[in-house]
């Protein structure tokens, strides 16, 4: 699950790895109403794992109160390296050539920006995924993560080759990927829980 709408969000700023604002009231409500709409379909997780970065930890609490959450810095939303706080409008503006016109972040941005490769994110998800089918083969695990790095999970399980193809989750969105030893299936991108 992506976290609900931060503080950042709310404001137009561009949120990687580096900025750590709480969920707004609006995200916590959409946590809120995404842990109320599971329980009504009855399902529960054995095991939270959670973006240390405060929007995702919160967003695992609200929505599985009673777990323990383990913590796994993989998990982290992209480093967007020095555009980490600036306005989304902005950086959009100034450096275009980085983004599509649906605001896709393009590769190469790591040249100006100093923050993460797509390649080093995919390959620490892909070790997240092959540790967790490995520890937990027939667990129901809550992953509560951020927008780009949910993105480049689908791209470790998919092979996307033009990540631009895809869009982020919105907050609160829920993706299921169904997980064994020798197989990464993704059942369902981005569902609207929060209704």
Known sequence: MRHGQSE???????QGSLIDTPLSEKGQLQALNVHNHLEKLDLHFDIVIASPLLRA????????PTKPTIYDSRLKEFDYGDWDGQLSADIHQKYSIFFDEKKNLLPGSEKISHGETFEAVTTRLNSFLSE?????????????????TIKLLLNAVLGITQLSALNEPD??????IELTSNTRTVVYFNRDLTQ
Request: aromatic letters at 6%; a positive charge; glycine letters at 8%.
């Open 8 to 14: 950042a969000n709310a404001a137009g700023i561009l």
């Open 57 to 64: 930890a919160q967003t695992a609490q609200i929505i599985a």
């Open 132 to 148: 967790v089918a490995l520890k937990y083969p027939h667990q129901n695990i809550l992953i509560a993560s951020h927008g780009f």
């Open 171 to 176: 907050n609160a969105g829920i993706t299921k």
